[in-house]
């Protein structure tokens, strides 16, 4: 599954355009390499997001790691159940 398709389908990014900007920007990480949103992933990767910086924060990086790759649309509920968070 491509990388832009699971993050939507994930629901860690609100729509596909917003992955494709974050992939293409190099916010992206996957296996701690930037990444296209074209990338093919597989169980087991681990997606790191960086968000930009505001004035107030500091740079946020948030990981997870892939436990499972659906072949469709998933509810909203089970979206959840595809990824864990890793601190």
């Given at each position: 599954?491509?990388?832009?398709?699971?993050?939507q389908?994930?629901?860690?990014?609100?729509?596909?355009?917003?992955?494709?900007?974050?992939?293409?920007?190099?916010?992206?990480?996957?296996?701690?390499?930037?990444?296209?949103?074209?990338?093919?992933?597989?169980?087991?990767?681990?997606?790191?997001?960086?968000?930009?910086?505001?004035?107030?924060?500091?740079?946020?990086?948030?990981?997870?790691?892939i436990?499972?790759?659906?072949?469709?649309?998933?509810?909203?509920?089970?979206?959840?159940?595809?990824?864990?968070?890793?601190?």
């Amino acid at each position: 599954m491509r990388l832009d398709k699971f993050l939507q389908i994930s629901r860690l990014v609100k729509r596909r355009t917003v992955a494709n900007t974050l992939c293409s920007r190099g916010k992206v990480l996957v296996n701690t390499k930037t990444a296209k949103a074209g990338k093919t992933l597989k169980i087991g990767d681990r997606i790191t997001i960086i968000s930009d910086p505001l004035p107030t924060e500091p740079v946020q990086e948030l990981t997870y790691q892939i436990l499972e790759l659906p072949s469709g649309n998933v509810s909203k509920t089970r979206a959840e159940t595809l990824y864990r968070r890793i601190e």
